[in-house]
């Protein structure tokens, strides 16, 4: 298994981004991230996908404050909402658990299941919604140190 | 004063002497009235000479009347003329009031002569019959004249009425023979779809089959088990359905048609009616008739359709030409042939890609990230970028220059204004220019809602850059340096295989061709269905690609099967997940509440009998699905399973 996924690296990435890039666990879907790399033009700069990321998390944790108010204030609607503006950025980075607790928090706004069932019960919705969003701020915390990391030593 | 009445008069003479002109004479015949009336001295005229007298005696005895003025009257009507007397002349001698009268042919010597005496014609308004002949003979010129004037009128008329007729049946009989075309395009079409619907399924089910044969672990981010957008009919397909089974022929105006056709027929060329009454035979609204005539008949169709032609109308080159008819600042282009066998190009090397100007892409979108990325993909590959917050933005801007975008990508959920709205409002403005939907909500409903709405296409988010190139090169064909289709690669088709069945390699370079070559491979698929359909392989690749690194992690991502509905669906790959939303796992089919529900309630419907199908397949893979490591697909569906398959 290890042997192949190596293999195909090697034919196919001729990309040094994938190579040189730390392995950020199930937080980033490689692939994705690496194709926002690839567009810097100066692989030490960074200088777009550097403020992009971090633009990110800026966006991330205004969000996250925005999510807190409306959880408060049991606005499923706009958690939703939140929901579904957050999990876009953190897919097209490839932040992939940001994601997936996004999604949680946008379905049950929409007082959905993750499998799309109906949760008519608006207090476990909102339970459900503070849970990933805690899971989401974690991640994001992680992910953050993860990124300052690799973004201040890119070799 | 010459009497030129009297030849008219002798010629006729007859018996029939008027009866005053005898009275006269008999008056004159009598010596008694001698003091009162006479004839005149030489007998060639005749004298009143006591007018008072003659009136109250005379008048009454011999005409029965006691009124002068009307025995003058009488007397002109018979031609007497008044003789005038001057004093120079020594005639005067009757006195002042006589009135002396004078005919050429009433003469006292003369009573013989009387029958040449006749009454005037009866012209009362025009007193001298010389005047009288003149007009008439001029009104029998003008008249014909006239009547010459008519008869060109008429002539002209009926040279325009005929030319009319010819015009008109011109156009029936093209009417009548466009219809031929379009029902035979018609049928032609769903035969194609048919056929790509029948590859389809082959596809899908060979796919299905192989995946339920060795379902797979949660952990490959349930793209194994998802009943990814396969599953349903290409959406393009469907609508090209609808397109066709919608347009309803007007029986009226066609029999209308027929029946002037019929009596342009009688008059012309029977053969012609035989073929039009053919066509006429099953006007049913949306029923295609099979008129197999057509079809053969070349001279009818624009695309000869059949399998020697070698011409495939729904080739993607036609196929994308087709509804952009926008003129291009180089219509050369068309002319270009696209090469068929054109090797994967490096999207580096697309930094040119494009023929003259560089199109002008809008991209609405309102998160920055999203945003940014996408604007920085389309400026790699030379296009110049707008980008709009909200759908009313891009309202505001596509209304201040129709003409000014090339082609649109448009988030869906936005503020202000949601993404289909502002494609609805902008089509009223330009209803050419591409609109592409980029939305992880790609649920069969949802997509025929975005093309129901005037879209055009769809771009999964999270959106790659192959993604948005292919989609590039879908719609702005034309605009391009080398307008090759997705092109056949035949070293690829083995491993297009590969890549349709599951883990694509998907290299930075050749992540957007794989794909491409699967659709060729797909054959006519291509046409159909490009971006949605195909987009999944390059997603599934990433994810799979990923969990190579770290096949243990994914198993954290996706512990329970309650969040791998979200893996599956948005989860592992740009692109590729974006016909298995998460949403394609839900059991029925749920109405999201979204910024444009009140849209969906038609598709809604639509959607459920999809929707089931996908819970079915959902449950067959997802809770089976247990091994389902990329290598092990790479073992099973790849036709040379190894990583030489791989390699390009």
Known sequence: ?155 | MPPADGDAGTAQAGNNSSDFVRKLYKMLEDPSYNSVVRWSNDGDSFVVLENEKFTKTILPKHFKHSNFASFVRQLNKYDFHKVRHNDENGDSGYGRDAWEFRHPEFRADRKDNLDNIRRKAPAPRKPPPAEDAFPASQQIIVMSESLTATQHQIQALQDQYSELEKTNKLLVSEVLSLQKMVRAQSQASNELITHLNNMEDRRRNSRHSAHSSHSGQVQSGGMAFLPDGADEPAPELRRAREILNGVSPDVQADRELERLSMAYNQNGSPADSAGSSVMFAQPGPGGMPLVHDPLNDPRNLVYPVGQTTGIDPFHADHIHNIPYSRPLSNPSIQAEAPSQITPPIKEQQLGSMWRGKKPHILLVEDDKTCARIGAKFLTLVDCSVDIARDGLEAVEKVNRDAERFDLIFMDIIMPNLDGVSATAMIRMVTPQVPVVAMTSNIRQEDIQTYFQFGMNDVLAKPFTRDGMVRILRKHLTRMLKDPQAPSLVPDEIGQSGVAGAGPGPPTATNQGYVPASTMTMANLAAAGNPQVKFEHTPIQSPSTASSWHSPGQMHQAAPNLDSGGYMGAVGSGPGGLVMTPGGTQRPPPQPQPGQYANYMTAQQVAGTQAMGRLAEMSQIGGLTGGDDRPEKRQRLYGPGPGQGSYVQ
């Open chain 1, 1 to 155: 298994m290890h042997h192949f996924a190596t293999t195909l690296r090697d034919d196919n990435r001729d990309s040094q981004d994938m190579d040189n890039m730390p392995d950020f666990g199930d937080h980033v879907d490689d692939q994705i991230f690496s194709q926002i790399l690839e567009m810097d033009e100066d692989q030490t700069d960074r200088d777009f996908s550097a403020p992009l990321v971090f633009g990110f998390f800026e966006q991330a944790h205004e969000t996250f404050e925005k999510m807190q108010d409306a959880l408060s204030a049991n606005d499923l609607s706009t958690l939703s909402g939140l929901g579904h503006f957050l999990k876009g950025s953190a897919a097209t980075l490839g932040f992939n658990k940001i994601r997936d607790s996004c999604q949680v928090i946008q379905q049950y706004g929409h007082k959905l299941n993750v499998d799309g069932t109906s949760e008519p019960d608006e207090a476990v919705c909102l339970k459900k919604i503070a849970e990933a969003l805690k899971t989401a701020q974690v991640d994001t915390t992680e992910l953050e140190k993860m990124m300052t990391g690799y973004f201040k030593k890119p070799e």
